[in-house]
């Protein structure tokens, strides 16, 4: 028996909040983990790899994941609210990568280590670079008068686009964390495989989310 548009829609809903309380679990696990190992404190670097996954893993996966419907955290609170909170961790998760980059940057001067040489170190770089602009791009839909060419709307869609860039060049950051000597010699066999795993899941959620947010703006629009 054929299943009706209204039951393939619930079962479909169900689904994105499955894999959306997913991945707030596996943000949270993951870093957790990853605090777990490094043990912040004991060193000058630990603070690197805690820093780097508290921003990228959990606290970018909690900005972005606010504004779904199935999953979202503060459903219960309003577009305006959301945006705040949204704000907050972004900000929050530029400061902690600004610090972690410092940090590490830092570590290797006084160990006498070449800057970004590894495909880590520049996809790192490149990661805090491009949060840096896609938290100033925010500004815009603060101010969207500043683009006067330029409708609400698009805007939000491009901020978007480029927030899952911003997304999946973290995760690819991340990912390459987990090749790094530090992390390979700890962490072995299964347990490697399900940290890579991890960054990659999160992404596919991410990536569903934002997609269907554009093609529900779409479907809006006259």
Request: aromatic residues 12%; positive net charge; proline residues 3%.
């Amino acid at each position: 028996m054929a299943l009706t548009i209204e039951t393939e829609s619930r079962i479909y809903r169900s689904l994105r909040a499955v894999s959306g309380i997913t991945a707030h679990l596996v943000s949270l696990g993951f870093t957790i983990f990853v605090a777990v190992l490094a043990r912040p404190g004991s060193s000058l670097f630990s603070w690197h790899p805690f820093l780097m996954s508290l921003a990228f893993s959990f606290l970018m996966t909690e900005a972005l994941l606010v504004f779904s419907p199935e999953s979202s955290l503060l459903r219960s609170f309003s577009r305006k609210a959301k945006v705040r909170f949204h704000w907050a961790l972004q900000l929050l998760v530029l400061l902690c990568a600004l610090l972690g980059l410092a940090i590490i940057s830092y570590n290797k001067h006084l160990n006498g280590k070449a800057h970004f040489v590894t495909w880590h170190g520049l996809t790192g770089l490149l990661t805090v670079l491009y949060a840096s602009m896609q938290c100033t791009g925010g500004v815009v839909l603060l101010y969207p008068k500043l683009m006067k060419n330029w409708t609400l709307a698009k805007l939000k869609v491009y901020h978007a686009t480029s927030g899952l860039v911003g997304y999946l060049l973290g995760c690819a950051s991340l990912m390459l964390a987990m090749c790094s000597l530090w992390f390979t010699t700890t962490v072995t066999g299964l347990s490697w495989y399900l940290s890579m795993l991890c960054p990659i899941l999160t992404s596919l959620v991410i990536m569903n989310q934002v997609s269907n947010a554009y093609l529900y703006r779409k479907r809006i629009q006259p």
